[in-house]
């Protein structure tokens, strides 16, 4: 019944200076709009990053010969058997989560043309699989991808094409090591020419046929890495170490998730999420001071009405309780506004995202992955929970100075204060 | 014979202030007996503010004794005190006091509330004594919108509702004009004759002196003196 009461004043006390009590609120909402809505966009980005990062790179799910992510030597690959103990786990476990998959078989070596001789990153690959599994064949500029049935065709950057100056149909020569110690080459045609918009993709890297490279390095059935792309990229840990488990028992082979074997994607998303966050600490701490000033200024402004209550009977605690309630109704008021505004706000962009391309025409690099200049926000249950959780917290510790206060006082002193 | 409603003795009351520490009070010590209509006279800074917050447990005593209805509250716990004053002490303010968020039906029920009465038996109460004191039709209002005398009633209203055994009001009438002013006192008179409530309250009024059954006369936070009136026309 007494709790009924003190809530009860409390709401009051918050309607009763509806100028103040808006401006706070609004300050607030407006800050935890932006919260949210800078967070859905760090969010949406992170995962347009990871989504490129991993189909450029090894999967969601990367599974190798253990030496293989530091060496990057072809003598670490895994062989025919592995492949298949490999591929029949990855089927056993994570059937239901798998989007596609594509065995890459990669090797360093040289491109040579009339025009010269470029250092270049080599991988065979299942042209049918990859072009499901990767968007490469959706930055191609002149030509065409990789097809099934292609033998001695090659995909290449833009830049290599300049550096060799090849254009499609003609050919060139790739040497390497091969899986003997020899160094052999193997002449190969243009099939189409791509651009990523990351030079050191576009002037190094060069799709083939993997029959053609495994014939060529004499690596049958082998494969450097075999990736795997879920249908969603929070269940990479879960996959990993179910895979992992799996596979304990086969030495040769190596589960890796996206962050293992993309670190510098990685370490680039922790950065900026860092930055997020420190960013986000300052925003929120920015709130916890409205609200606190909000809370202060009318507590110093009601010492005698403090005063009366607690002559009344209410007693210290109780007093305080009712100064606590008003920040969590103000918080509560302009946290509920702000999340929704902030996810109103999010959905916006929902469909047709938020066009950055006056600031990144072609997109960007970062951390090693394309950014498309387009970035789709994303939100989840978790985040609005997350953000509940905190603005909740805030309210709570800007509150209880004030209640504190409220709770202190020299009655008295109060009640004559404003006589 | 009367019971004690208040007894006070050899209260001192001094604040540590620098360079020489304030002595408010000085040694107080009296007896009220219940029903009574007791008036604290004296000139400001005699201590009639800081007795009646002595007496209602708002300040602590420095030393000496006090007692309400036989119980001594020197003792008390912050929280012992808060629920003795919701039970047993109604206060009346000079500046009204009034909670600006309520309207004067939820001022006046307020102590009721705190006590956990129904609804109902709220209103029942607040209606008939608002009846009495003429504040019908001004139940909705909030504080804002009621004179200083409405105001007053209000407070007075809200103190003597919930029918405790004491009130304490400190200079009741100083805010009000003329009229006003003999209006709450006859309120309270009334109150006083009809409930039987104990009435103690400091005044530099001459007008509310006359009035009262007994004036206590401070100066220097001490007693200077302590006279019965005979023309008093409330309680017995």
Aim: net charge negative.
């Amino acid at each position: 019944m007494r709790l009924t009461v003190l809530l009860k004043l409390a709401m009051r006390s918050v309607g009763r200076n509806t100028r103040r009590s808006a401006l706070t609120a609004v300050a607030i909402a407006l800050g935890l709009a932006l919260l949210v809505f800078s967070r859905s966009l760090a969010e949406g980005a992170y995962d347009e990053m990871i989504d490129s990062g991993v189909r450029m790179g090894s999967g969601h799910i990367a599974i190798q010969a253990p030496e293989y992510l530091a060496t990057g030597k072809l003598e670490h690959r895994l062989e025919g058997k592995e492949v298949r103990i490999a591929s029949k786990a990855v089927d056993d476990v994570l059937k239901e989560s798998l989007l596609a998959w594509a065995p890459r078989l990669s090797v360093n070596g040289l491109a040579s043309s009339t025009a010269g001789a470029v250092p270049v990153r080599i991988e065979g690959v299942d042209p049918e699989r990859e072009r499901i599994f990767s968007n490469i064949e959706g930055k191609l500029q002149e030509g065409r991808y990789l097809e099934a049935g292609d033998r001695l065709h090659a995909y290449i950057g833009t830049e290599l094409a300049q550096r060799l100056d090849l254009q499609v149909g003609n050919r060139f020569v790739l040497t390497a090591q091969s899986a003997l110690g020899d160094v052999e080459g193997q002449l190969v045609r243009v099939a189409g020419i791509f651009q990523t918009g990351i030079p050191q993709v576009d002037q190094s890297l060069i799709h083939i046929p993997i029959d053609t490279a495994r014939e060529w390095l004499h690596t049958p059935d082998a494969a450097s890495t075999l990736a795997f792309l879920l249908n969603q990229s929070g269940l990479t840990d879960i996959g990993v170490e179910t895979l992992q488990q799996e596979l304990e028992n086969e030495p040769k082979i190596r589960v890796l998730g996206w962050r293992e074997s993309s670190p510098e994607l990685a370490a680039a998303i922790r950065l900026d999420s860092t930055g997020n966050y420190i960013f986000h600490s300052i925003l929120l701490a920015i709130i916890a001071l409205a609200i606190l000033n909000a809370i202060m200024i009318s507590v110093l402004g009601r010492r005698r009405e403090f005063g009366v209550l607690r002559a009344m009977g209410l007693t210290a605690a109780e007093t305080g309780l009712v100064v606590f309630l008003e920040g969590l109704f103000l918080t509560a008021a302009s946290g509920v506004a702000g999340i929704t505004a902030g996810l109103l706000f999010t959905w916006g962009f929902f469909r047709d995202g938020l066009d950055f391309s006056i600031f990144m025409e072609e997109g960007v690099e970062f951390g090693g992955s394309l950014m498309d200049p387009v970035i789709i926000p994303r939100f989840s249950v978790e985040q609005i929970l997350i953000s509940t959780f905190v603005i909740v917290t805030i309210g709570t510790l800007s509150s209880l100075y004030p209640a504190l206060r409220a709770s202190k006082l020299d009655v008295a002193e109060a009640i004559k204060f404003e006589q | 014979m009367r019971k004690t409603a208040v007894r006070t003795t050899d209260v001192w009351k001094i604040y540590p202030q620098e360079p020489d520490p304030v002595e408010a009070v000085r040694g107080v010590s009296l007896q009220v007996e219940t029903g009574d209509f007791v008036a604290m006279a004296g000139p400001s800074g005699s201590g009639k503010t800081t007795m009646l917050n002595l007496i209602g447990g708002l300040t602590r005593p420095s030393r000496g004794g006090i007692w309400i209805d036989d119980r001594e509250i020197t003792e008390m716990s912050d929280k012992a005190l808060a629920q003795l004053r919701l039970e047993r002490i109604g206060f009346v303010f000079q500046s009204y006091n009034l909670l600006p968020v309520l309207t004067a039906l939820e001022n006046a029920e307020f102590t009721l509330l705190l006590r956990g009465v129904a609804k109902d038996e709220r209103r029942r109460k607040v209606l008939e004594l608002f009846h009495k004191i003429g504040l019908e039709g001004l139940e909705e209002r909030k504080p804002g919108k009621l004179s200083g005398g409405q105001q007053q009633r209000v407070a007075v209203a809200r103190a003597v509702v919930a029918d405790p055994a004491l009130i304490l009001a400190d200079e009741p009438t100083a805010n009000l004009d003329s009229t006003a002013s003999s209006d709450l006192l006859d309120v309270m008179e009334q109150l006083n004759r009809d409930h039987g409530t104990t009435f103690l309250f400091s005044t530099h009024d001459p007008r509310v002196m006359e009035r009262s059954r007994r004036l206590i006369t401070l100066v220097d936070g001490q007693i200077e003196s302590d006279k019965r009136r005979n023309h008093f026309s409330g309680s017995p």
